[in-house]
């Protein structure tokens, strides 16, 4: 297992521009989580999907802001008519569902680094 | 709502020498865990040690332990015979242990770790 995968590392785009980052968990991860890291500051949370089902969302996760889990696997978040104050870094984990101790433990891809002009 | 407070910004430390990463929670849940995760330059966020509040002992892990004080709520970080590889980003974390679902991670701000040679 190669852990959790993201793609692409960087992206560039232009205000108002649409962008969709794609997320791929770990094999036997059935939660994954999405979280969003400014410059010098911690991650927030942003969403989350227990299989394919979507069960929370953080009050930053704007009306342009979508993430779908479709088949309880990869998961992709999409910014829509994107502005400069979402240029972060997007993070997605993933967590196993088994044993009390396990299923608390995030394990993080490398990130999506998004720059908007 | 639950705060995570890390004080320290910035701190160095010789190779080998040890430093303390301070920490400071605020939460009314009595059961929760905390974690300590590592970012180094460019890469992906990795668990560096994890605690169990309903645990009276810290948790140790190799060269990385913790000072647990739950009264206090405080949760400092030690690193033992610190290494060049130990430059990171680090970051308190705390999540709620309630329920069956996977839960959101709630970070500090970080502190930078400079280990010089």
């Known amino acids: 297992d190669t852990g959790v995968s993201q793609d692409p590392r960087h992206k560039i785009t232009k205000r108002g521009q649409n962008v969709t980052f794609r997320c791929d968990p770990i094999?036997?991860?059935?939660?994954l989580y999405w979280y969003r890291q400014t410059l010098g500051q911690g991650p927030e949370f942003l969403t989350y999907?227990?299989?394919?089902?979507?069960?929370?969302k953080s009050r930053l996760l704007s009306d342009r802001f979508s993430a779908e889990r479709p088949k309880g696997s990869f998961s992709t978040l999409e910014i829509q008519r994107t502005e400069q104050g979402d240029s972060a870094m997007y993070l997605c984990?993933?967590?196993?569902?088994?044993?009390?101790?396990?299923?608390?433990?995030?394990?993080f891809g490398a990130g999506t680094r998004l720059s908007v002009l | 709502a639950q705060t995570v407070t890390q004080s320290q910004p910035e701190m160095s430390v010789q190779e080998a020498e040890t430093v303390t990463l301070s920490c400071t929670y605020d939460?009314?849940?009595?059961?929760?865990?905390l974690f300590w995760y590592k970012q180094p330059p460019s890469r992906q966020m990795i668990l560096v040690i994890r605690?169990?509040?309903?645990?009276?002992q810290n948790a140790t892990e190799n060269r990385f332990s913790v000072n647990f004080q739950k009264a206090a709520k405080s949760f400092s970080l030690k690193i033992s015979d610190s290494q060049l590889g130990d430059t990171a980003m680090y970051f308190c974390?705390?999540?709620?242990?309630?329920?069956?679902?996977?839960?959101?991670?709630?970070f500090g701000a970080g502190t930078i770790l400079r280990v010089k040679s």
């Open positions: 984990a993933s967590s196993p569902s088994g044993g009390t101790v396990a299923k608390n433990i995030q394990y």
């Open positions: 094999s036997e991860h059935n939660r």
């Open positions: 999907f227990q299989n394919e089902a979507q069960l929370e």
């Open positions: 939460t009314s849940e009595n059961n929760y865990y």
């Open positions: 605690q169990e509040a309903y645990k009276q």
């Open positions: 974390a705390f999540m709620t242990s309630r329920g069956e679902y996977g839960n959101k991670l709630v």
